[in-house]
């Protein structure tokens, strides 16, 4: 069984940044693809960046270059660097972790990010 919890969201200034982190549980970290995703009220949930068990990543476009996405497997935690925030930014934020091999795939509960103007 795995559980993920988030940390690091909050209220900050458009041109603001914060770090969000996602401390796992379990064994299968190392060995899972990771991920961020976000749900602004009223719209789909949507993938923010990806992080694969190699290392490579995956950003949204309205994400590149301003979001960085990373994992220390010794933690069993992910990360994701937000810098320049704009309101659109605004959302929950969840954490992924998605182990094709063993069919499984668990979130975490989210974590509120709000970029005031």
């Known amino acids: 069984q795995v559980q993920l919890v988030e940390s690091g969201g909050g209220v900050v200034q458009a041109g603001g940044s914060l770090r969000l982190s996602c401390a796992a549980s379990?064994?299968?970290?190392?060995?899972?693809?990771l991920g961020w995703y976000r749900q602004a009220p009223g719209k789909q949930r949507e993938s923010v960046a990806t992080?694969?068990?190699?290392?490579?990543?995956d950003y949204a476009d309205s994400v590149k270059g301003r979001f960085t996405i990373s994992r220390d497997n010794a933690k069993k935690t992910l990360y994701l660097q937000m810098n320049s925030l704009n309101a659109g930014d605004t959302a929950v934020y969840f954490c992924n972790l998605r182990n094709i091999a063993g069919g499984m795939n668990y979130w975490g509960q989210g974590t509120q990010v709000t970029v005031s103007s």
């Open positions: 379990g064994s299968i970290f190392s060995i899972s693809a």
């Open positions: 992080i694969s068990t190699f290392g490579r990543t």
